[in-house]
């Protein structure tokens, strides 16, 4: 049988590539493995995966006794059912750390950089491994999506110099262009429910003790976001209701760089405590703010202790 | 401030050596760190950092607020006081991912190999900086101790091969004869207290709730140990007598490639659960068994399910 290689919940495009990536990697290495996620893909990554010729890996929701190489989380929030029994190999990511043990050694690469992708190209280069161009080539939009063109403050220069290194293996001569391309696709919400906008990016948090959900819709300009705001916040809503103490939903916009975020909570205090602006009834523009990784989630960490 | 470059309680020699190696490679990265420990070195350590002409790292037992690159362990009941407000910078390490978490991402190099400067020569490599030859030494023994000169099942091909490149770069040239001096000062018993032999390898893990101690000593020939074996028995019945369920001690002979363990512990049927093997009272003799990382814990966290 072989182990799966598998991301977090709602996989964005890091996550699936980083998927097929360390698959390919590592049955080059020797390991017998395949690629897996534990839901389909967005617009965006469904994009990077055609333009690259790749096909999406088989979905997975249960990992009970199964050999699992993570990659882009290590937080059993974001695990799939059957953790407990599975076994755990290894992990690539570029979180914080999260809660996952294993019972025995494993292989980890951890690094503080924009993305799993420009680990996983460091990896490809410690082994010697070749990366295959259309593989390349989706790393390439990864490294773009999650550091958002190298706007975002979690851009190192590790991800801009595996973004060259990747455009050349790919044959990308414009990688704004393609960047761009992808964040156009990725604004698109004609044809997606609420629901699936909500869920596009969305993780589970304890904070506190406290159930918070974060969710960010990333888009070229806000305006795109206009007509379809109301039903996000109602959607969120939703989300709270089942079980959470918040849900904040951070609408991006990469040219202005900043969020307005939509809030629900059971004590809408913390945002001002976490951003020391105050919000203006359901939301609240934060400007400069674009990674929820960086910027939100540590804010509101210390704000819920 | 400097961060601490620390590893786990009860410092053996790869925990040692592994501060001050990685301190070097780090600084040399261009952070500002110090090598630290939990403890004073035992007397192998003091033997290796002697023959390589280098200092036993400060000892720090407190790390509240401070800065840290942990080395060597990654769970928490191994961690000095004041790991709340601690921030972890990175892990390096050779064990099984413990209960660490952190609230930035981290840089974590976690390899499936027999020792923390195995995963550390990998990292000079991939740097590009070169090893000074005095720590090129003591990262050889430091391998030599963790992998018992080759022969613990923990040994990869991985160390053997850090071993052969690290022994040209300290000018070695009979790494076997090395490692034999090493393991005739390890196996010295003369001097110490019962406790300072307990401890000298110790460490306390949660299994199934319960807190359970494993500690091991580590001769050239168990008959060294024995006119001691009833001291140290007495010495584990006062060490699970401070709330353990269990303190086992394994007494191993590198030579015969095997461990006879000590047994206190609230329900000794554990040990027939774990090894299949029926204690004799007070101890019992694990043929073939070397490690506790791969053999010993392994199968008390089974029976301890």
Same mark, same amino acid.
């Given at each position: 049988? %072989?182990?799966?290689?598998?991301?977090?919940?709602? +996989?964005?495009?890091?996550?699936?590539? %980083?998927? #097929?990536?360390?698959? *390919?990697? @590592? $049955?080059?290495?020797?390991?017998?493995?395949?690629?897996?996620?534990?839901?389909?893909?967005? +617009?965006?990554?469904?994009?990077?995966?055609?333009?690259?010729?790749?096909? !999406?890996?088989?979905?997975?929701?249960?990992?009970?006794?199964?050999? =699992?190489?993570?990659? *882009? @989380? $290590?937080?059993?929030?974001?695990?799939?059912?059957?953790?407990?029994?599975?076994?755990?190999?290894?992990?690539?990511?570029?979180?914080?750390?999260?809660?996952?043990?294993? $019972?025995?050694?494993?292989?980890?690469?951890?690094?503080?950089?924009?993305?799993?992708?420009? /680990?996983?190209?460091? &990896? @490809?280069?410690?082994?010697?491994?070749?990366?295959?161009?259309?593989?390349?080539?989706?790393?390439?939009?990864?490294?773009?999506?999650?550091? /958002?063109?190298?706007? $975002?403050?979690?851009?190192?220069?590790?991800?801009?110099?595996?973004?060259?290194? =990747?455009?050349?293996?790919?044959?990308?001569?414009?990688?704004? !262009?393609?960047? &761009?391309?992808?964040?156009? /696709?990725?604004? !698109?919400?004609?044809?997606?429910?609420?629901?699936?906008?909500?869920?596009?990016?969305?993780?589970?948090?304890?904070?506190?003790?406290?159930?918070?959900?974060?969710?960010? =819709?990333?888009?070229?300009?806000?305006?795109? =976001?206009?007509?379809?705001?109301?039903?996000? @916040?109602?959607? #969120?809503?939703? /989300?709270?209701?089942?079980?959470?103490?918040?849900?904040?939903?951070?609408?991006?916009?990469? &040219?202005?760089?900043?969020?307005?975020?939509?809030?629900?909570?059971?004590?809408?205090?913390?945002?001002?405590?976490?951003?020391?602006?105050?919000?203006?009834?359901?939301?609240?523009?934060? +400007?400069?703010?674009? %990674?929820?990784?960086?910027?939100?989630? +540590?804010?509101?960490?210390? !704000?819920?202790?």
């Amino acid at each position: 049988m %072989s182990a799966l290689v598998l991301g977090h919940m709602n +996989p964005d495009t890091d996550s699936i590539v %980083s998927a #097929i990536a360390a698959a *390919d990697l @590592y $049955s080059k290495r020797g390991f017998s493995v395949a690629p897996a996620a534990q839901g389909e893909p967005t +617009p965006e990554t469904e994009f990077v995966l055609r333009k690259f010729g790749l096909t !999406a890996p088989r979905v997975v929701k249960d990992v009970a006794g199964k050999e =699992l190489w993570l990659v *882009d @989380y $290590s937080d059993l929030p974001q695990a799939p059912a059957g953790m407990d029994s599975a076994t755990i190999l290894g992990i690539v990511d570029h979180h914080k750390l999260g809660d996952v043990t294993t $019972s025995t050694p494993l292989e980890a690469w951890i690094w503080p950089v924009g993305c799993t992708n420009t /680990v996983l190209k460091n &990896m @490809y280069d410690f082994y010697g491994v070749e990366i295959p161009k259309n593989i390349a080539g989706a790393m390439l939009c990864a490294i773009l999506s999650d550091t /958002v063109i190298f706007k $975002s403050p979690t851009c190192t220069e590790a991800d801009k110099k595996a973004v060259d290194a =990747l455009a050349k293996a790919a044959g990308v001569t414009d990688v704004k !262009a393609l960047g &761009m391309e992808m964040f156009k /696709v990725k604004s !698109a919400v004609e044809g997606a429910s609420m629901k699936d906008l909500v869920f596009r990016d969305y993780k589970d948090f304890d904070m506190g003790g406290k159930k918070v959900g974060i969710g960010q =819709l990333e888009v070229v300009d806000l305006s795109i =976001l206009a007509n379809v705001k109301d039903g996000l @916040y109602e959607e #969120i809503r939703k /989300v709270k209701g089942e079980g959470r103490h918040s849900v904040f939903l951070l609408l991006t916009d990469i &040219m202005k760089e900043g969020s307005e975020m939509l809030i629900v909570s059971d004590d809408p205090s913390v945002v001002e405590r976490a951003f020391a602006v105050k919000p203006d009834g359901k939301s609240v523009w934060l +400007p400069g703010v674009m %990674s929820r990784k960086k910027q939100v989630v +540590p804010n509101f960490e210390k !704000a819920f202790k």
